[in-house]
């Protein structure tokens, strides 16, 4: 199941990439649109957009099966109950060292399949202009 997950997350930010570098050749969109739209393939193609991506995927997808389950007519309180606190067992891990570590293995793997730099990129640090005494 992670493993298609992991799939179905590789094929849309390939296809979220294509469609905005699309948006970018395109002759219709006037100078500043193309360099907003440039600069957001480049940021959605940063290891931290992506492991942000896997960690809020890894989360969101943890409570969309406890949401069916509760949403189901043929609910078992018992095994509901056992499922929350496992779930809830599983973020405490997340939040852990062990968990982010983990998270960034995922991301790893990911951004090696699409080509993407897999590690930190430092922040750009720009040069401050010193204001003149008057």
């Known amino acids: ?23 970018s050749l395109d002759i219709r969109n006037d100078a500043l649109a ?3 739209i440039l600069s957001l393939a480049k940021k959605v193609k940063s290891f931290k957009i992506v492991a942000s991506l896997v960690i809020w995927h890894s ?8 949401n069916k ?14 499922t929350i606190d496992r779930t809830r067992q599983a973020m405490i891990e997340m939040r852990s060292d062990k968990g982010f570590k983990q998270a ?31």
């Open 1 to 23: 199941l992670e493993e298609t997950c992991i799939q179905y997350n590789l094929q849309s930010l390939e296809s979220n990439e294509v469609t905005l570098l699309e948006l």
């Open 34 to 36: 193309k360099n907003h």
């Open 59 to 66: 989360v969101l997808f943890k409570v969309y099966v406890i």
């Open 69 to 82: 389950m509760l949403q189901s007519e043929n609910i078992d309180v018992c095994s509901a109950v056992e």
């Open 104 to 134: 960034l293995v995922d991301t790893r793997y990911l951004c090696n399949s699409i080509e993407i730099e897999a590690e930190f990129q430092e922040p750009e640090v720009r040069a401050l202009k010193k204001k003149e005494a008057i």
